[in-house]
């Protein structure tokens, strides 16, 4: 996280998006609202087609909003061309010249800008450097990596020192490996250079990975902005709890709040503490999401009692599914020990112990 939160660097204000005419129309953003602070490594995470391209498109200056407008430290930028935005963009495709060197690649932007050819060299140099790729500066794009290849594209976006760089899914490329390293590559670049990211994604591990705030994104709208931490453990409606980690759903009765703490009551009669989403509005007939690895499986007691279904080994960690008495299915995650078994058969009883505060009430 930055130290302490920054000026806003883009601020979108009521934006929206359509394409296409009558029947046809498609709204990709849906008077979308996001506040972007200076030095920070933001993620547009959501499934295809919920709109987060066409948010870093309008940003980037490359389509205009339908009605809204994005602000660049407080200006406007509706009137300025993508080449007159102190913005770049990383794309999937990185889009490098085969046929020039590491190093031509880099200075290629800055030598259209007209900058002096010293200056030029200094920047390449310093680029190099900070990708760690001193070593294949002659060496034609075309004769190098996939991960050596985003590391220039990076380089090259980067070599301008635009105040926010745009990165639209630029790790799907690459093997899980080279994806994971370039993972924790990115978030020292950023760290480094202070430049604001904001990075395109729909992939919820990568998110949680790198991002000091994530913006979930869904069918054009933005359903919820925080930390990792917000998001996984404070999600605020179902679609965000179910896209982000495995929840276990259960209807519940919402008793007395206090303090963001809920008493609720589940259909099995047991009563368990809860935490309760921002914008959540009273009614009768509530939602409350568990995580798998906050329930622990028991033989004597527990507040949800039910029969085991299926037990999946998974190396690190057990899951048991679990048929509840009151009705639907459960699992609960379980971390396992060395030499043991996580001790339970299929069909035997069961009592589901949840941790205190680990369910948490969901506004919709
Ligand atoms: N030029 C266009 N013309 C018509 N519809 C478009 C256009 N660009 C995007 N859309 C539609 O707008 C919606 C949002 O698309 P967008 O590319 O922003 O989604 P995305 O979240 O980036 O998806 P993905 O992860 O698949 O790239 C989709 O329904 C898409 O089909």
Not at 2 to 25: D, H, M
Not at 58 to 87: H, M, N, S
Request: hydrophobic share 40%; charged share 20%.
């Amino acid at each position: 996280m930055p130290a302490a939160p920054g000026r806003n660097a883009i601020e979108v204000r009521s934006v929206s998006k359509l394409f296409g005419t009558g029947e046809a129309q498609v709204a990709a953003l849906d008077n979308v609202s996001v506040a972007i602070r200076e030095n920070e490594f933001f993620t547009l995470l959501g499934p295809s087609g919920c709109g987060k391209t066409t948010l870093l498109r309008l940003i980037a200056g490359f389509d205009y909003p339908t009605e809204g407008e994005i602000l660049l430290y407080g200006q406007d930028i509706a009137p300025l061309p993508p080449f007159k935005r102190p913005v770049n963009t990383v794309f999937q495709s990185y889009a490098l010249f085969p046929h020039m060197t590491v190093g031509q690649n880099i200075g290629f932007g800055l030598e259209m800008l007209g900058k002096p050819k010293a200056e030029v060299e200094a920047r390449v140099s310093a680029m190099l450097k900070l990708v760690r790729m001193e070593a294949l500066k002659d060496r034609r794009t075309s004769q190098i990596s996939g991960g050596q290849q985003q590391r220039v594209a990076l380089a090259r976006a980067l070599a301008p020192q635009p105040k926010v760089l745009l990165l639209d899914e630029p790790l799907s490329a690459l093997d899980y490996k080279l994806r994971k390293e370039m993972q924790i590559e990115l978030k020292r670049l950023q760290n480094e250079t202070g430049i604001t990211f904001i990075f395109v994604t729909h992939d919820q591990e990568e998110a949680l990975t790198m991002s000091d705030r994530i913006a979930v994104m869904s069918s054009g709208r933005i359903l919820q902005v925080g930390s990792p931490w917000d998001i996984y453990d404070r999600p605020a409606e179902r679609f965000v709890a179910d896209f982000i980690g495995d929840s276990n759903f259960l209807p519940a009765a919402v008793g007395a709040i206090e303090n963001g703490i809920a008493r609720v009551k589940l259909l099995s009669g047991a009563e368990i503490s809860a935490t309760v989403a921002e914008g959540y509005q009273p009614k009768a007939e509530a939602t409350v999401a568990i995580r798998p690895e906050h329930t622990t499986a028991v033989r004597t007691g527990g507040q949800l009692p039910g029969s085991v279904e299926n037990v999946v080994y998974l190396g690190t960690d057990t899951h048991i599914h679990i048929k509840l008495d009151s009705g639907g299915n459960f699992t609960v995650r379980q971390q396992n020990m060395r030499s043991q078994s996580c001790g339970f058969e299929v069909g035997e009883r069961v009592g589901i112990q949840i941790a205190a505060n680990a369910a948490q009430v969901l506004k919709d």
